[in-house]
């Protein structure tokens, strides 16, 4: 690549999400240009019809925003969960890659594993672990730029420990038992049945089968087992101590193994040879402090080096990575300019 | 009812569970005189349809073999979970009560609690408890021939602790957390891998991305989740101390946490006024030493001096609730006869 061509060229990261996908503009010089948001971006949890609609219209606002036409992109790299699914989808194509042709995106977006994209969100070094718990829960291990090893990510019927789903069926299961008569009284059934507006349950709370149970029941099982993720925010507020009743036992507990789930599944890809640093995404270990102690706690035991780092999410590493596919080397000064840059747009 | 319509009369007892249903027609003298078997019977788990087909085709089973019309049948009772469905179906006249009439079978028939079936099957007493852990897990306390108290039966997201949906999930978690080097091995993992047919992990079993967890994977998700229940037979055959390699710790764990959360369901109905036998159904308990072992431990430390009985289902009970919804007194003599005869059956 010659040097005219690595100045003017611009490059297109992209972290298609479950929830959201977002897409950045990058310059050669590591300057975020232009972002764009839009919908699920995950062949598997949404389907590739509207997977590839996210994708298409978070970059042609990210393009809008840079004002650079389709055919000015060089390198894209889509990062995504279950990239063998958006190889199946392509074959066909109607994957997200072909989403961006309209566009004029001439040259094929590679898929990167949505783990890298987490890790490189937080550290331009070689060699490093990522960790997420959002919906779901897996850590990796990356050595030299690439995934080398990876635990966890198995869904919520398999694996996810101590992840949101996880926290959240354990919220509800807690709130069950309690009204069952079976589990001891929680916080977590006031503010469970507040949050859903099923009547609380009064003097005759336990063994409710008359009074709360039954509208529990019925919500519960209306919804996609992967939605009691929603409820764990839930363990994270009764188990606070600065509550009004201050910490919630039975909340307090599900939190602390949680954390420590999530320090077995890391400690499962950590290993003495390599001693990077260790970013943490997801939405449980982003906003929750105590669950991030008991992460810290535990390096500290095994006697871990690394830092602790957490990303909002992979659009920082999947422009890093869109970077390095085009032969761009992303050192410390082009990593900072891409997450100031970044910034900005948040 | 006159003493001759009481002689002459027989009755109907139905057991519609969500694997099979059976039927049988009993005299007043407790004489069972005829039985039928077919599939679901279980409105919620099979749909109306299915539902009450299975009930009809076992009751036309039972009266073809009592060689008697269903004109002839005074009382009928049917057992099943989730009566409040079967009522909204027979609302518009397809439930499984409308669809005895076709065989001539006037009355209508009441629909009973299952778990009262299961408990008038072990015992003829009024006061007394009854607790299942088949797919799912609940018990009940029975007082003057009625359920006043029950616990769990929330289902498989909600509850059902140490159901075989409970042990079966615990199974498939322990290998995919094995494989994956996040957990202890165990001798699950072979039993599992090779009851799927899939390749054993060799040298490489820990985090086994790319060897026996994908497939596992697709096969567990591909699953309807309380099709995990089939599993729980691998826990209880890898915990024996008797097998090749002895007992297995990870398997051993699961088999004794679901007794002991079996006893934490059943000590939520138990209470010292009601002292009666506790009787016990569904394949986990009716098959299961070790789990009723740790049910037997934990009555004893409560104090409780009810006999353990074990029942096969509810049939007999079935029968001795039509008899009783007749008028019929069924006492230890009329008990014993039934047992006896429908033993024969068997």
Redesign the interface.
Known sequence: MSNIESVTMAHLGIDAGGTSTRAVVVTEAGECIGLGRSGSGNPISSGPTVAAASVRAATAEALAAADLPGSAVGTTAIAMAGGSAEDRVEASGTGVRSALLPLGVARTPTIEKDLLALYCSGSFEPDGYAMVSGTGAAAVRVADGDVV????G??W???D?GSGFWVG?EV??AV??AL???GPRTALTGLLLSGLSLPEPGTTWA?D?DGA?PG??AH??DLP?VA?ARFAPLAFEAARADGRDGSDEVAAEIVDRAGHLLA??L???VTPEVPGPVVLGGSVLAHQPAVRDVLSAHLLEVGHPGALVVVPDGLAGAAVIALRRAGVVVDASVFARITTSLARFR
Chains 1, 2 share one sequence.
Request: with cysteine.
């Open positions: 090893a990876i635990c966890d198995l869904g019927l398999l694996g420990d069926r509800v299961r069950a038992a069952d008569g079976r063994r089968h149970l529990l029941v519960v099982y087992p009691l077995r599944t400690s499962a890809v």
